[in-house]
């Protein structure tokens, strides 16, 4: 369980808290699929880790790809704090039904039972909030960043996650993580570099400024949540992401009612959904599914693996629905990316062993 936790702290995403909280949700509640594949043998895990990379690359791809298509003329139709608050929701059903699950095999006991102390549910809001204002930055940076550029700045998460880890929890960076942010800043900037005379980068200042706080958040968020959950490692995972969760969705509640109140009262809470805007909620919601399976069946290389593809695949699929231009600094920079993230993975791999 231990390790699961901490792993959890490691993945990127929609939404980072997808990566770092719902994962565990099927973790901790699928130890029968776990044993089946092991009863399989060497073959059918090697099917199962195929099959899981795959869906984590696709799903990776298509979270920005599907953000970007739910707009409607360079705007969205519906209210994103009624997509965010039904993504909370999603998550909290599946963590019920995660607890079902145990409760029906292992019975109520007092690390998985719902009731609880109010000085365990009182360090919930803190990261919910954290959580709230990042996954509504991720609509709002659109504006200004296209899907390519966007899979290739949420990386900066992965600086931000440590050097809080390195500040808060003590925990000491090798020398091939800092050479792998050097890296990585300069792979971001490079994918930014404008054909154009007029402009050296192509992000305006506005989205360079949202990537950062959006990735200062996802690491502060992804950090205190792994405080939170190492602070009482025999509770279940499922029961503490339900109180994150419940407070998620009043957060949202607070928030729909501040931006969207009128639009939902007189349009209603579903309005201006489409078909796209069901898939990208579903996408924030089955990816954390996606990326604990591969933690759980495969390793922290088929997540690098998945990362960089992602990052390909948003693009190609951007020239043919967005007209976005594949430039050769992008490549570049793209690369240079997968090659300080793919550092950065090896560099905690020799921090362990």
């Given amino acids: 369980?231990?390790?699961?936790?901490?792993?959890?702290?490691?993945?990127?995403?929609?939404?980072?808290?997808?990566?770092?909280?719902?994962?565990?949700?099927?973790?901790?509640?699928?130890?029968?699929?776990?044993?089946?594949?092991?009863?399989?043998?060497?073959?059918?895990?090697?099917?199962?880790?195929?099959?899981?990379?795959?869906?984590?690359?696709?799903?990776?791809?298509?979270?920005?790809?599907?953000i970007v298509w739910s707009k409607r003329a360079g705007k969205y139709d519906y209210s994103v704090t009624t997509a965010n608050f039904s993504v909370?929701?999603?998550?909290?059903?599946?963590?019920?039904?995660?607890?079902?699950r145990i409760w029906n095999s292992?019975?109520?006991?007092?690390?998985?039972?719902?009731?609880?102390?109010?000085d365990e549910v009182r360090v919930y809001p803190i990261p919910a909030m954290l959580y709230l204002v990042k996954n509504l930055l991720q609509y709002y940076i659109f504006e200004y960043v296209d899907a390519p550029a966007y899979q290739i700045l949420k990386n900066l998460n992965i600086i931000s996650t440590g050097v809080l880890y390195r500040i808060i929890l003590k925990k000491k960076l090798s020398q091939i993580q800092w050479a792998a942010f050097i890296l990585l800043c300069a792979g971001c900037t490079t994918a930014q570099l404008s054909p154009s005379s007029d402009h050296v980068l192509q992000t305006p200042i506005q989205g360079w400024v949202m990537a950062i706080v959006m990735a200062l958040l996802s690491g502060f968020a992804g950090v205190y949540t792994e405080v939170i959950i190492k602070k009482n490692p025999s509770r279940n995972i499922n029961a503490q992401n339900f109180w994150l969760y419940i407070f998620g969705m009043l957060f949202n509640l607070v928030a729909i009612c501040v931006q969207d109140f009128d639009a939902v009262m007189n349009k209603g809470f579903f309005h201006g959904y489409s078909f796209i805007t069901v898939l990208m909620i579903l996408n924030h919601a089955l990816s954390g599914i996606a990326v604990s399976m591969v933690m759980k069946y495969a390793n922290n290389i088929i997540k690098v693996y998945s990362t960089s593809v992602a990052m390909l695949l948003t693009a190609t699929v951007s020239v043919f629905l967005f007209g976005f231009h594949l430039s050769l600094a992008f490549l570049l920079g793209s690369t240079v990316v997968s090659v300080s993230v793919y550092l950065h993975s090896v560099g905690k791999l020799q921090q362990r062993n």
């Avoid at 099927?26 to 073959?43: F, I, R």
């Avoid at 909370?88 to 079902?100: G, M």
């Fill in 106 to 118: 292992q019975g109520v006991t007092e690390d998985n039972r719902l009731i609880t102390s109010f």
């Fill in 88 to 100: 909370e929701t999603l998550k909290c059903l599946l963590s019920l039904v995660a607890l079902s």
């Fill in 1 to 66: 369980m231990e390790h699961r936790r901490v792993k959890d702290q490691e993945s990127d995403g929609v939404s980072q808290k997808d990566i770092e909280n719902f994962d565990k949700i099927s973790l901790s509640s699928n130890t029968s699929t776990s044993s089946l594949s092991t009863a399989g043998g060497p073959k059918d895990s090697s099917k199962l880790k195929s099959i899981v990379t795959l869906a984590l690359t696709l799903l990776t791809s298509s979270q920005a790809i599907l």
